[in-house]
């Protein structure tokens, strides 16, 4: 019945339009799973993608939130990002965060009650270098040894989240704490606070960090030799090999920057909206965020789209648990359709589809 | 032509077909007849329309408009198995084979009902034997060589009793000698009354092997003639709808040595793939070198221990004295040394950037495109434009993919965005493979300008007539050993015969 054409060039246009074609796609397709769990779908649509944004009591409150969630997720994406498009899989985005957020964490708390204006860039710099080593480990094991990053990477993610109870635990635990686990709270801390930068909005260091490294992704990808190199790994690796392209170099490029990227995200985090190391105060950012990646087609402008697109599913879906009794695996099951939709209407972007007799079609699956 | 008679007794006769892709009319009204067992040979540039005349014969394209029919009885095909049910049989310039497995299982994955096994192998023979393709269903197809590929693409064919058989530039791996068995094999099929539909660019093997021509200019039919009748190069002009330029050279002082390679031996980095062993080589400013010999003998790993992407393991790659086997692709770039492998797709171009991109793929250093790691793509588009203008690539323009260009034009591209770039060494590998004879001369004239504007240039080719026409010395690689170079001129085909087949060049020249 339909026929899919292989274009000879993937459809710009296309290519712009799946991903809100797949947003509508969800709408429709979540409404009805909504609607059968018994919920008026376009009330729950309109709780998740509106109210968060315009509603008047609700409004203010999660606007700021917006922001908050969305930084992270951007953030780490971009990172991904550069990876993802030269073949270079980091899935343990999550491990680099929580280690990031360990490292820089330590740093301000061993200055703890340190006035110094000092002392958060060294949080910031200790953050980024604590995602970036630990994603240089599946680097330097896949460049030496040939072993699968995706593996490994995934791997340290379990390990990370260990040290990170361990330290909530222990080396970390807050000595007036009486006992609890979870670190010193930042917002005790004023020099190592990262706090909004305008009153209200949750515009915090990372979010400015998120929007600049959507920027400089921009520039790496479109007017540098690096970006090129890294799209054309992607693209094609032998091409990549026979223009002089140095594999280890770039797998090492790619996860690194990744790393470090992840690991500043997690200490924005820790050192603000969440305030301490505590055993479970990562997200899931890291995971969802290879998800924003794809849902932005690995571009930077995709990416910031699609970020603050997920971090608005993530408020409006507690918004819609908490206003509309709509259980949280219904929420998951909406944002996993999202990802869904995108990936099967990418094809649309490199086939075009035919419609084709009912005859042929049968002749055609034999 | 006397039409009606051909129609009322021809095997197939092909109406007012027309094809159109978004841009292009790929064909236009195109019509002829063949008769059952001739050769029939379908000619044309690249992108006049032939890939796309013989899809659609296939089943794999529908026609816009137009008709068809075979045997008298109305044809049209909705896919390959329903062509191949009605007869009709194709063997693809490109294999498509499985290396890890026998050829009894590559050729039952290709039937629509395989019978079992041993019944298969026994088949294989008869029809091997009955055909003088001589092959052995249990050996491995990574093992073979091209030229056995091909007959188990054929033999594949052959098992369906096809009436018409469609080969697409089957010669093109094939040494003088296969060629000869291949003209057998095709010459019995005809008398047993199976027509070919043959389609070539080699037109001294039309000559002597075809009894119609149907001539495609840009998707319409400009001529039908019996190519016994007219010279390569009317065919040539024909095709091209214009005066042929024949490369032609002075040749000029071979100077100082620009490469040399000694003792080189290297492991094949790829499972099928053919290990380097002890080859020498040196190669002069102002001379071509010809290295012949079949595909899959060490060309690939050839050029990439020249290119770079593969280092020597043993023995010293030398670039105007200097040694090189350590440096990268890039900077034996920025030293001279511009290569261009022979695959397009994915090797030497990436096919879904655009072909400024391309130029920028082995442009940058050379070029001076990237400033302090920035790229300067108005500089680059610039250099794309110009290969595109110098190099006649048939284009809408430099931001079209590379993988949307037919494969010479790609090919010109390819050659264009190294010559332009003013090598000192220049190492291509099969240059004008599955491009027409117009790209192919113009592409071969430049080398030979690039040589005479003194660069040394070393092809590596399958297609000996390209070699005979351009080298100087000659060489040929066989099972990754180089016979020593001779001397062009004076060489018989019998003799090259012999050193593409491994003998010493010594016992060859002397």
Not at chain 2, 134 to 160: F, K, N, Y
Not at chain 2, 169 to 183: A, R, Y
């Amino acid at each position: 019945m339909i026929r899919l054409e292989k274009r000879p060039q993937p459809s710009k246009v296309w290519g712009a339009l799946t991903p809100v074609l797949a947003v509508v796609a969800t709408m429709i397709a979540g409404g009805i799973l909504f609607w059968m769990l018994g919920k008026d779908p376009l009330e729950a649509i309109r709780t998740i993608f509106w109210d968060p944004l315009f509603h008047e009591t609700f409004g203010p409150y999660s606007r700021p939130q917006l922001l908050v969630k969305a930084g992270p997720l951007i953030l780490i994406a971009i990172g991904l990002s550069l990876g993802f498009r030269a073949g270079i899989w980091n899935i343990g985005a999550e491990g680099q965060y929580i280690m990031g957020a360990i490292c820089g964490a330590a740093v301000g708390l061993a200055f703890y009650p340190s006035e110094s204006i000092l002392i958060f860039p060294a949080m910031v710099l200790a953050g980024a270098i604590g995602g970036w080593a630990w994603a240089m480990i599946p680097g330097v094991l896949k460049v030496k040894f040939g072993t699968n990053e995706i593996l490994v990477s995934l791997m340290l993610v379990y390990v990370a989240e260990n040290i990170l109870a361990s330290v909530s635990q222990g080396l970390l635990k807050n000595p007036d704490g009486m006992g609890f686990p979870g670190s010193r709270n930042f917002r005790d801390f004023p020099a190592a606070y990262n706090t909004d930068l305008i009153e209200g909005t949750g515009m915090h260091w990372g979010v400015a960090a998120a929007f600049i490294a959507v920027i400089l992704a921009y520039i790496l990808l479109t007017r540098h030799m690096l970006g090129f190199q890294v799209r054309l790994t992607g693209e094609a690796p032998r091409a990549a090999k026979f223009a002089g392209v140095n594999p280890t170099r770039l797998i090492l490029f790619c996860l690194g920057t990744s790393g470090a990227l992840a690991g500043l995200a997690g200490l924005f985090e820790v050192s603000g909206p969440s305030g301490q190391v505590s055993i479970d105060f990562n997200a899931g950012y890291g995971f969802t965020a290879i998800i924003v990646a794809f849902l932005g087609r690995l571009h930077p402008i995709g990416i910031l789209l699609a970020g603050l697109l997920m971090a608005l599913t993530y408020i409006g879906g507690e918004l819609a648990q908490l206003m509309l009794g709509l259980p949280g695996a219904a929420i998951q099951m909406f944002q996993g359709m999202l990802m869904f939709f995108l990936l099967a209407m990418d094809m649309l972007s490199h086939y075009r589809v035919r419609w084709k007799a009912p005859v042929a079609a049968q002749e055609g699956a034999k | 032509m006397t039409g009606d008679l051909r129609q009322s007794d021809a095997l197939m006769t092909l109406e007012g077909l027309t094809k159109a892709y978004p841009g292009v009319l790929a064909n236009d009204q195109v019509s002829f007849s063949l008769l059952p067992g001739e050769v029939h040979a379908l000619l044309g540039e690249n992108g006049a329309g032939k890939s796309t005349l013989v899809k659609m014969i296939y089943g794999l394209v529908k026609p816009d408009a137009g008709q068809m029919s075979l045997n008298g009885e109305e044809f049209t095909p909705v896919n390959p198995a329903a062509a191949r049910a009605a007869g009709v049989a194709m063997v693809f310039q490109h294999f498509s084979l499985f290396d890890a497995l026998s050829v009894a299982e590559n050729i039952a994955l290709g039937m629509d009902n395989p019978p079992s096994t041993r019944e298969l192998a026994s088949r294989i023979r008869d029809v091997s034997q009955a055909y003088g393709l001589p092959l052995d269903p249990d050996r491995i197809v990574g093992d073979l060589s091209a030229g056995e590929r091909q007959r188990v693409e054929i033999i594949r064919c052959l098992l369906q009793n096809p009436k018409l058989l469609i080969m697409d530039e089957p010669t093109s791996v094939l040494t003088p000698q296969e060629v000869e068995i291949l003209f057998e094999t095709l010459r019995k099929l005809t008398s047993e009354g199976t027509s070919i539909l043959y389609i070539s660019h080699k037109l001294e093997e039309i000559r002597s092997l075809c009894e119609h021509a149907t001539i495609l200019r840009h998707g319409v039919v400009v001529d039908t003639c019996d190519p016994r009748e007219k010279s390569a190069r009317e065919l040539a002009e024909l095709m091209v709808g214009d005066k042929l330029h024949v490369p032609s050279r002075d040749p000029a002082e071979p100077g100082d040595v620009a490469l040399s390679l000694s003792s080189v031996s290297m492991p094949s980095p790829s499972e099928f793939g053919t290990d380097l062993r002890n080859v020498s080589l040196e190669v002069r400013k102002g001379e071509v070198l010809g290295i012949g010999g079949v595909a899959g003998n060490g060309q690939d790993e050839l050029l990439a221990v020249m290119s770079g992407e593969a280092r020597a393991q043993d023995g010293s790659i030398t670039l105007a004295g200097e040694e090189i086997n350590t440096l990268s692709p890039g900077a034996r770039r920025a030293r001279g040394l511009l290569t261009a492998p022979e695959e397009r797709l994915g090797h030497s171009a990436a096919p879904e950037m655009s072909l400024i991109e391309n130029a920028l793929l082995t442009g940058s250093v050379r070029e001076k495109l990237v400033d302090r790691g920035f790229l300067r793509w108005s500089k680059t588009e610039k250099f794309a434009r110009r290969i595109i203008e110098a190099f006649d690539v048939r284009t809408p323009g430099p931001d079209n993919a590379a993988g949307s260009l037919s494969g010479g034009n790609l090919q010109k591209f390819v050659i264009g965005r190294e010559v332009l770039q003013d090598p000192d060494v220049l190492v291509v590998n099969q240059p004008t493979w599955g491009v027409d004879a117009a790209a192919a001369a113009s592409i071969r004239q430049s080398l030979l300008d690039l040589a005479h504007k003194g660069a040394a240039v070393i092809v590596i080719s399958q297609d000996l007539d390209e070699l005979m026409e351009i080298s100087d010395r000659f060489t040929a690689l066989n099972e990754g050993r180089l016979a020593r170079p001779v001397p062009m001129q004076g060489l018989s085909v019998e003799e090259i015969g012999l050193m593409m087949g491994g003998s010493e060049a010594d016992e060859v020249a002397a």
